[in-house]
């Protein structure tokens, strides 16, 4: 794509989207209370999977910079002596990194100045963001989920890096897995990345791997949805746009207000919707309240 053609891209997606009456921040506006309760209809057999791979605290080609985590307690000799004492830890992680599943909150993406809605990107300072954080979902994201398998429908077990998902693929897999993608379902894109990391082990995902071609966003918009996911990085590496690393980031988050979720594990969820014979469910997210953070640890939770 060139820089022309998403520059125009981006003004479309910028104007396509709209302020929610009720305060909701960005593309959640599309997930209405009424579609909240609808989504509670997704659940029938009350099997719930966790969509988050495991915290990973050791150096590895794609997380050069690990989660920390020591125990502080019990102190030496406690676990042995009588009476009271309590196990307990510390935790540190580098939010955005290329292997833990997060949320990105509408504060993540800086473009020219601004973050989404025209809010100065100045508001982020090293002392937090002081608007769009991750404060704005406290409250959690409860709504329909969607999963599109697209190393399925083509007939492979996953994308390899550098391969693009086209809004093309996404109706196919919508076409394949008998599933519709509606207004203010959360969609989940996969790519097989973690697949393709447990067989082949982990590479280096920042420079190269799978994920959306900038030009599906468009079916994001159209279908008017709420929150995008994937088990990669929603982006592709090597970008598809000269010029703009994170072009997806750019489009979804900046232009059009969509949380975005990185790095989800699909695996367990692909057979559980596979031995359902269906791919939608009703899904929850819940992020840490961490009021000036631009994204958090997440663990969202698929009910089938």
Not at 43 to 63: H, W
Not at 75 to 104: I, K, Y
Not at 211 to 219: D, I, K, N
Not at 276 to 292: D, E, H, I, K, N
């Amino acid at each position: 794509m060139t820089g022309a053609a998403f520059r125009a891209l981006y003004e479309d997606m910028r104007l396509r989207s709209r302020p929610d009456p009720d305060g909701r921040p960005g593309a959640l506006g599309h997930l209405t209370p009424e579609r909240v309760v609808a989504a509670a209809a997704e659940v029938r057999s009350g099997l719930t999977v966790s969509l988050a791979a495991p915290v990973e605290t050791r150096p590895g080609a794609d997380n050069p910079d690990p989660a920390h985590h020591r125990m502080i307690g019990p102190a030496e000799g406690e676990a042995v002596a009588d009476g009271l004492h309590f196990a307990r830890d510390r935790f540190a992680m580098n939010v955005h990194g290329d292997a833990d599943s997060h949320l990105d909150a509408l504060c993540h993406v800086l473009y020219d100045g601004s973050l989404y809605g025209g809010v100065p990107a100045s508001s982020v300072t090293p002392q937090g963001a002081r608007a769009l954080s991750v404060d704005a979902v406290r409250d959690g994201i409860v709504g329909r989920g969607v999963l599109l398998d697209v190393p399925r429908s083509r007939g492979v077990p996953w994308l390899e890096p550098g391969d693009h998902v086209s809004a093309d693929d996404l109706i196919a897999a919508e076409a394949a897995q008998g599933v519709r993608v509606g207004p203010g379902d959360m969609l989940f894109v996969r790519v097989g990345h973690r697949a393709r990391r447990q067989e082949r082990g982990a590479w280096d995902a920042a420079r190269a791997r799978a994920g959306l071609h900038p030009g599906a966003v468009r079916f994001l918009a159209e279908r008017e949805v709420s929150v995008l996911g994937s088990d990669g990085n929603n982006d592709t590496a090597p970008s598809a746009v000269a010029g703009v690393d994170f072009p997806v980031h750019v489009l979804a988050v900046h232009a059009m207000g969509v949380h975005l979720l990185d790095y989800l594990q699909f695996e367990e969820l692909t057979r559980a919707c596979a031995r359902a014979g269906r791919w939608s469910f009703l899904c929850t997210v819940a992020p840490l309240r961490l009021p000036a953070a631009t994204g958090s640890p997440v663990n969202p939770i698929a009910v089938l």
